[in-house]
């Protein structure tokens, strides 16, 4: 790989001579790993020109830097970023001087919230039991493939190219609307319909449409954090209300603008809200005249029966604002998700959009289209559903003989359950200890409101999880429990 040559500057206030300048220059850029073994120097002349030093003055200081192993020549090709040169294992680049901003004062502060850090290195854990991530077993990737080389030719050029500025796909909007949507229960037409970068970005654009100063929000508790994070920052009043086995309590609710809720898998205890209680909710926000935001993330996955119509299925007022995602049903590192609501709000949504962001990549949302399509997602969701059936009949096997608590578990599905350890543990402390034994688990309090949370919850994935090592992972999990403790790695 070549350097490229505008990556040099001399510093105005350097000392020394021109030539030293340039070989202390070149010699800090190896040293700081930034300038690596191997890489192309530009030639002589052409960093002359850019530095508009003469030539031979750069000659002589590649000349030294030959002499003392950070630069190596090679005839005909030029120089070279020698193999022998001092390189640090990793590129570290330091600051020329002193921050001297006091950032505390002048940023408006967006990382207050209580969202856990799950590790990078999910993927090397041999018992990852973690929610959200995917099994690349699982995936149809060469279908995506196809998919993505399709959405590349030249007959769909301008879905990947045009700047489409508030708009998006047609291809995409329609399959939501004619198949996707249907299966909930759900009819709307192409401009009730607004494409996301996900379901945490419709829940960000809903929260900025409909809640501000003087608002009042109601959540669940526990909930998913990320809610709860982006509230914080909308000046609104949020009450949290604790669920039962069935979800949220419509009863319970005094006074609400919007009404935030995840009835058929609630997050995280995945409870799923009964017919009756769906139509007592729908009654209540009438009665109040709020807005229910839900939340259905994760549909598809239903593999234990048909699920219950969607929320939004059954509103005969337009108060429910339906948020999709497939990033549970593909894979996460897709970010493509939905947002559902009468046209007034899908139009003030997609300005609202444009303005941020304009639209999800175009490249994106046409593959994603094809995929649907052309049926490669019902067979994606169906190998998924198999799987994760067998999953969950293996850990909650495993569960069973080991003694372990289940605190909910989703009537016709899902891919986690939420899990309850004896009320001395702390399942965050839990975590870190399990780690050291390749076994991964999320700790439940981040999920609760307060500061008195309760540190005995916590949530067992199994979407990434093999189905062979599930067992094993639960058995360590028990033996953590246990009094005595784990015995070392």
């Keep these: 790989m070549a350097i490229a040559v505008d990556s040099f500057f001399l510093a105005p206030d350097a000392k020394g001579t021109l030539q030293a300048q340039i070989q202390q220059m070149?010699?800090?850029?190896?040293?700081?790993?930034?300038?690596?073994?191997?890489?192309?120097?530009?030639?002589s002349r052409a960093l002359a020109t850019h530095l508009g030093v003469s030539r031979i003055t750069v000659t002589l200081a590649y000349t030294e830097l030959v002499a003392?192993?950070?630069?190596?020549?090679?005839?005909?090709?030029?120089?070279?970023?020698?193999?022998?040169?001092?390189?640090?294992?990793?590129?570290?680049?330091?600051?020329?001087?002193?921050?001297?901003?006091?950032w505390a004062q002048v940023?408006?502060?967006?990382?207050?919230?209580?969202?856990?850090?799950?590790?990078?290195?999910?993927?090397e854990y041999k018992y990852p039991f973690i929610y959200g991530q995917v099994d690349g077993a699982l995936f149809d990737h060469a279908n995506w493939r196809a998919c993505a080389l399709r959405a590349l030719g030249q007959r769909d050029f301008r879905a990947l190219s045009a700047d489409l500025y508030d708009q998006d796909d047609p291809q995409l909007i329609e399959y939501i609307a004619r198949h996707t949507l249907p299966r909930r229960g759900i009819l709307a037409h192409p401009d009730e319909i607004l494409i996301t970068l996900g379901a945490q970005n419709a829940l960000w654009l809903a929260a900025q449409l409909l809640l501000g100063p003087g608002r009042r929000a109601v959540v669940e508790d526990p909930t998913y954090y990320g809610l709860r994070d982006l509230l914080a920052h909308q000046g609104c009043d949020?009450?949290?209300?604790?669920?039962?086995?069935?979800?949220?309590?419509?009863?319970?609710i005094e006074a609400a603008d919007v009404i935030f809720t995840t009835p058929s898998h609630q997050c995280p205890t995945t409870a799923t809200m009964p017919m009756p209680r769906r139509q007592a909710l729908l009654q209540r926000a009438r009665e109040?005249?709020?807005?229910?935001?839900?939340?259905?993330?994760?549909?598809?996955?239903?593999?234990l029966g048909a699920p219950s119509p969607a929320l939004k299925s059954l509103d005969t007022d337009g108060r429910v604002i339906y948020v999709g995602s497939f990033s549970k049903s593909?894979?996460?590192?897709?970010?493509?998700?939905?947002?559902?609501?009468?046209?007034?709000?899908?139009?003030?949504?997609?300005?609202?959009?444009?303005?941020?962001?304009?639209?999800?990549?175009?490249?994106?949302?046409?593959?994603?289209?094809?995929?649907?399509?052309?049926?490669?997602?019902?067979?994606?969701?169906?190998?998924?559903?198999?799987?994760?059936?067998?999953?969950?009949?293996?850990?909650?096997?495993?569960?069973?003989?080991?003694?372990?608590?289940?605190?909910?578990?989703?009537?016709?599905?899902?891919?986690?359950?939420?899990?309850?350890?004896?009320?001395?543990?702390?399942?965050?402390?839990?975590?870190?200890d399990l780690?050291?034994?390749?076994?991964?688990?999320?700790?439940?309090?981040?999920?609760?409101?307060?500061?008195?949370?309760?540190?005995?919850?916590?949530?067992?994935?199994?979407?990434?999880?093999?189905a062979d090592r599930i067992h094993r992972g639960i058995e360590i999990l028990a033996e953590a429990l246990e009094p005595s403790g784990l015995k070392k790695a």
Excluded at 76 to 94: C, T
Excluded at 288 to 303: C, N, Q, R, S, T
Excluded at 363 to 387: E, I, K, N, T
């Design 288 to 303: 109040l005249d709020a807005l229910i935001v839900e939340d259905d993330y994760e549909f598809e996955m239903a593999f």
């Design 107 to 123: 940023l408006n502060r967006f990382s207050d919230g209580d969202t856990p850090q799950k590790p990078a290195d999910w993927a």
């Design 26 to 43: 070149i010699a800090e850029n190896i040293l700081s790993g930034r300038f690596r073994p191997g890489e192309k120097m530009p030639s």
């Design 435 to 466: 780690r050291a034994h390749k076994v991964y688990i999320e700790p439940g309090a981040p999920f609760f409101a307060g500061a008195d949370k309760p540190k005995n919850y916590y949530r067992l994935g199994y979407s990434a999880i093999p």
């Design 330 to 432: 593909l894979f996460p590192g897709l970010r493509l998700g939905y947002l559902v609501a009468s046209a007034p709000m899908i139009r003030e949504a997609r300005a609202l959009r444009a303005s941020l962001l304009r639209h999800p990549p175009g490249l994106l949302q046409r593959s994603a289209a094809y995929f649907l399509s052309l049926g490669h997602y019902d067979a994606q969701v169906r190998r998924m559903s198999r799987a994760l059936l067998g999953r969950r009949e293996a850990l909650e096997a495993a569960i069973s003989l080991h003694g372990l608590q289940i605190a909910g578990r989703g009537v016709f599905g899902g891919s986690s359950l939420w899990m309850e350890a004896p009320d001395h543990v702390d399942t965050a402390q839990l975590s870190t």
């Design 238 to 252: 949020v009450t949290e209300l604790p669920v039962d086995r069935d979800g949220l309590p419509p009863d319970q």
């Design 68 to 102: 003392s192993d950070y630069l190596a020549s090679r005839a005909r090709s030029g120089y070279f970023i020698s193999d022998e040169a001092p390189v640090p294992p990793s590129y570290d680049p330091q600051p020329r001087g002193e921050d001297r901003v006091n």
